[in-house]
């Protein structure tokens, strides 16, 4: 009895010590970042840490790996032994005494300290995890089917706005039917067309909501999980100790192509942020077109195809011939080949029929001119024949109206 309470008592000092060198021998390392900053095969561990609550994350999982370790270890120790060096067969008799006051307090002390002594060191990060005080940009993030949204709100470079979508080929993917007809890149489903960009060393509070179903924003070497809610907004942070590339997913169940939507954060230096931000701001100027120009309907037509490609041609595929039995189509549809008006409704309120069980979003985000394209390509692409064929920038201002 007394081997075994010294045996217990010894177990918190041997994990404390184990933790220590684990978090000494993690410290003297991280003037460089170990990882790849995504996924690696076979990969049996944690992403190597890229901020400082990613490395208390660390930590607590060897922390608590070691205790559960060394609590396996004390007690099948103590058990096996009592087996094979108390057994009848040596003549060992069984102890007569009914309760020991001795052991009831030894297995109810020595747990509550194990459990103390790892909820302390996991409370102070979940709090930590929590604190987007004080944060140098503000960044929000819309989830939708099937891709990130983008918007600068505070700091440098307040005003950027873009949209992240999945930069893979779809010939590296294939289609419900058919293989691929590509090998697949290094990048492969992790990659997109549009990073967020951040400068290391900054507090980035990360702005969360999402305008269809349920999504998560999540970069496992920044310890970020956070989930976003149509119609609710929720907050989280991180402040990367390191440069370079860092990639996650979104990690909730979003709908079929829930695994096509990457998130891809770039680290860089301040001045290379800065440089950055200059050639962003320059881009959206000359995107922002003149809703008061006339556009030929040529024009409006290679725009939108470019418009289409990008945000719709996923639900409603290439050829406008949708999903049957999941999204519309647009060949043949009575609202594109209908007044225009109501087809601007429905990009900018977006619609619920019934017919089909996903509900088509609102496009506000797109601006004017991207959405009078879109709707001028679909009323005279495949079989349509609408005859209200081009819509201008100026009638969706006014329809925003």
Request: proline fraction near 5%.
């Amino acid at each position: 009895m007394i081997h075994a309470k010294r045996l217990l008592s010894s177990m918190l000092l041997l994990s404390l010590t184990a933790f220590g060198s684990a978090r000494w021998a993690m410290a003297a390392t991280a003037s460089t970042y170990p990882g790849t900053g995504g996924p690696v095969p076979r990969e049996l561990n944690l992403q190597p840490p890229a901020t400082e609550i990613a490395q208390q994350i660390y930590d607590l999982h060897t922390w608590m790996m070691i205790v559960c370790l060394v609590i396996f270890v004390a007690v099948f120790g103590v058990m096996f032994y009592s087996i094979l060096k108390h057994r009848k067969s040596l003549g060992h008799k069984p102890a007569t005494f009914h309760e020991s006051t001795t052991v009831e307090i030894a297995w109810t002390v020595v747990p509550f300290l194990i459990v103390i002594c790892m909820a302390l060191p996991a409370t102070r990060t979940v709090v930590g995890m929590k604190d987007t005080a004080n944060a140098d940009i503000t960044i929000k993030a819309t989830g939708m089917q099937w891709k990130w949204g983008y918007d600068y709100l505070k700091g440098e470079g307040e005003g950027i706005s873009f949209l992240s979508n999945l930069s893979t080929p779809r010939s590296q993917v294939g289609a419900p039917g058919a293989p691929a007809t590509e090998k697949r890149g290094e990048n492969y489903l992790i990659e997109v067309d549009n990073e967020v960009v951040v400068p290391v060393h900054k507090k980035i509070r990360m702005v969360l909501t999402a305008n269809d179903v349920i999504h998560a924003w999540s970069v496992p070497a920044f310890g970020v999980k956070q989930d976003a809610i149509p119609g609710f907004v929720r907050d989280t942070w991180f402040k990367a100790e390191h440069i370079g590339t860092f990639r996650g997913n979104c990690a909730e169940l979003c709908g079929k192509e829930h695994a096509f939507m990457p998130i891809v954060v770039k680290v860089v230096s301040a001045d290379d942020y800065k440089a950055w931000v200059d050639v962003k701001q320059k881009e959206m100027a000359a995107l922002a077109d003149d809703p008061t120009k006339t556009w030929t309907i040529d024009e409006l037509k290679v725009k939108g195809e470019k418009v289409y490609a990008a945000n719709c041609v996923v639900c409603h595929q290439a050829n406008g011939k949708g999903v049957p039995g999941a999204f519309a189509p647009l060949d043949g549809s009575a609202v594109v080949n209908g007044p225009k008006a109501d087809q601007i409704h429905v990009l900018l309120n977006g619609q619920k029929s019934g017919k089909y069980p996903a509900e088509m979003p609102a496009w506000k985000q797109l601006s004017d001119t991207d959405i009078a394209a879109v709707i001028t390509y679909t009323r005279n692409s495949w079989s349509n024949k609408a005859a209200e064929n081009i819509v201008q920038p100026a009638e969706v201002v006014a329809a925003r109206k």
